[in-house]
């Protein structure tokens, strides 16, 4: 059966095409270091690292998309990753804190990615 004739909830479909549209605005943020005002440090790891996390949020809407339980569990581990990426950025000093707007952009993000998670879990029932 292919993605066409599968049944999931417009939610999930919702979720997954906005998690693959942040992913990638994540992978542009970590080249271009700056979107909509938020910064990324310059440089190869910088650049790497935001690439990666953009990268396992794409994955994790990808995967949502295919309704499969396994599926789901693996963009819940992506998006889990992707959390605790950024959160090792902020450590490492790839994402500067030297501002509110920047401190609540990232506490926003991480936030919408772990709301993203508790939703692909609640929905758990609907992956077969």
């Known amino acids: 059966m292919g993605l066409m004739n599968q049944t999931r909830p417009r939610g999930i479909t919702v979720v997954a095409f906005l998690m693959i549209l942040f992913g990638l605005a994540e992978v542009v943020t970590s080249f271009t270091h700056n979107f909509l005002g938020i910064t990324t440090e310059r440089g190869v790891i910088s650049v790497g690292a935001g690439a990666s ?25 992506c998006l889990t990753a992707d959390i605790l990426g950024r959160v090792a950025m902020v450590l490492a000093g790839l994402y500067p804190i030297d501002s509110f707007f920047q401190i609540f952009a990232i506490l926003a993000g991480t936030t919408i990615a772990a709301a993203f998670a508790l939703y692909i879990w609640s929905k758990w029932s609907s992956f077969g």
Do not use: Q, S
């Open 53 to 77: 996390i953009g990268a396992l949020y794409v994955a994790a809407g990808l995967l949502t998309l295919t309704a499969r339980r396994l599926a789901a569990a693996l963009a819940i581990a």
